[in-house]
C-alpha cells in the first residue's frame, strides 16, 4: 500500500528535543522532494521545512536554525530534528513526497502530533 508514515512525536518540555521520522513501503523516497509540514488548531497548514532529491533544503522562517532536515535514501526516510522546542511549535507535523515534474504534493502522510509544554 502506497502511504507515508510518520513517527516520533509526543509530549516534550519547552527547550527540549524531538526527531521525526517518515518512511514508506510503497513509495520510493529518491529523486524526489520530501517535507515536513505543521498545522495546530485554528491554522492553515505551514510548510516547516523541504529537502530535494539534490539534498538543497529550505525552512520556514520560525524554525529556521533550530530544526533540521535530512533525509536517507537507502532507508527511504526523512527526518526532522527538532531542537529548541517552544510552545508554539505544537502543532500535527505531516510528512510528504512531491515528484519532480509536479507542482503540488503527491502524497501525505496522516501526521504525528508534537505537544511542547511544561
Known amino acids: 500500500q502506497e502511504q507515508l508514515v510518520e513517527s516520533g512525536g509526543g509530549l516534550v518540555q519547552p527547550g527540549g528535543s524531538l526527531r521525526l521520522s517518515c518512511t514508506s513501503s510503497?513509495?520510493?523516497?529518491?529523486?524526489?522532494?520530501m517535507a515536513w509540514y505543521r498545522q495546530a488548531p485554528g491554522n492553515q497548514r505551514e510548510l516547516v521545512a523541504s529537502i530535494t532529491g539534490n539534498g538543497d533544503t529550505n525552512y520556514g522562517s520560525s524554525v529556521k536554525d533550530r530544526f533540521t532536515i535530512s533525509r536517507d535514501d537507502a532507508k527511504n526516510a526523512v527526518y526532522l530534528q527538532m531542537n529548541s522546542l517552544k510552545s508554539e511549535d505544537t502543532a500535527v507535523y505531516y510528512c510528504?513526497?512531491?515528484?519532480?515534474?509536479?507542482?503540488?504534493?503527491?502524497?501525505w502522510g496522516p501526521g504525528t502530533q508534537v505537544t511542547v509544554s511544561s
Open positions: 510528504a513526497l512531491r515528484y519532480p515534474t509536479k507542482l503540488r504534493w503527491d502524497y
Open positions: 510503497g513509495i520510493v523516497f529518491r529523486f524526489n522532494t
